[in-house]
T-cell receptor, first 112, second 116 residues
Framework: AQSVTQLDSQVPVFEEAPVELRCNYS??????LFWYVQYPNQGLQLLLK??????LVKGINGFEAEFNKSQTSFHLRKPSVHISDTAEYFC??????????FGTGTRLTVIP | GAGVSQSPRYKVAKRGQDVALRCDPI?????LFWYQQALGQGPEFLTY????????KSGLPSDRFFAERPEGSVSTLKIQRTQQEDSAVYLC??????????????FGEGSWLTVV
């Protein structure tokens, strides 16, 4: 089975500052990796995904993530955050099976 | 509708009561998933349908949980004799492909269940 660890439960950052949300995964097989965002009282929205190919993946809202196989990481980054980026972010992994394994989430709070 | 629709959005049930949660996936989507998200946690897999076939129910926590998708579109998650530990958000998701094989999964807004 696969698992995901999101090391930071909360990340406060000032508006227009860069941010990195960390994600490490565990798997004995090749995986697909995802980042989802969840705004208050809403469902999960896909930010970006890594399936294969280039290890740098660009997503919506200016976010990007880099797949690092040797470090089993898939950290999410944004060079300049906005107030509207305040939300819960979930990293997820699957080996292509029937289910996604999610981390416990990182709450990003952008401070004006 | 354009997205995955779930109802009710909010449900308060007395302990021991049965509840039914409905999911309307995106039209034409083959795969449908149910996840349970406890407060402060990430979603956890419950069950997976491909059309009307329930191919994986390994995540259902007990035999009080039952899901169906009889015509391959709308799905219902039923919880019998609810317990306080069942309090969570129940998320439904769908995709046009099979399983989680790289396809974009679309999530609904969830059904918030509180058992008192």
């Amino acid at each position: 089975a696969q698992s995901v660890t999101q090391l930071d439960s909360q990340v406060p950052v000032f508006e227009e500052a860069p941010v990195e949300l960390r994600c490490n995964y565990s798997s004995s097989v090749s995986v697909y990796l995802f980042w989802y965002v969840q705004y208050p009282n809403q469902g999960l929205q896909l930010l970006l995904k890594y399936l294969s190919g280039s290890t740098l993946v660009k997503g919506i809202n200016g976010f990007e993530a880099e797949f690092n196989k040797s470090q089993t990481s898939f950290h999410l980054r944004k060079p300049s955050v906005h107030i509207s980026d305040t939300a819960e972010y979930f990293c997820a992994v699957t080996a292509g099976a029937n289910n996604l394994f999610f981390g416990t989430g990182t709450r990003l709070t952008v401070i004006p | 509708g354009a997205g995955v629709s779930q109802s009710p959005r909010y449900k308060v049930a007395k302990r021991g009561q049965d509840v039914a949660l409905r999911c309307d996936p995106i039209s034409g989507h083959v795969s449908l998933f149910w996840y349970q998200q406890a407060l402060g946690q990430g979603p956890e897999f419950l069950t997976y349908f491909q059309n009307e076939a329930q191919l994986d129910k390994s995540g259902l926590p007990s035999d009080r949980f039952f899901a169906e998708r009889p015509e391959g579109s709308v799905s219902t998650l039923k919880i019998q004799r609810t317990q306080q530990e069942d309090s969570a958000v129940y998320l439904c998701a769908s995709t046009s492909g099979q399983g989680h094989s790289g396809n974009t999964i679309y999530f609904g807004e969830g059904s918030w269940l509180t058992v008192v």
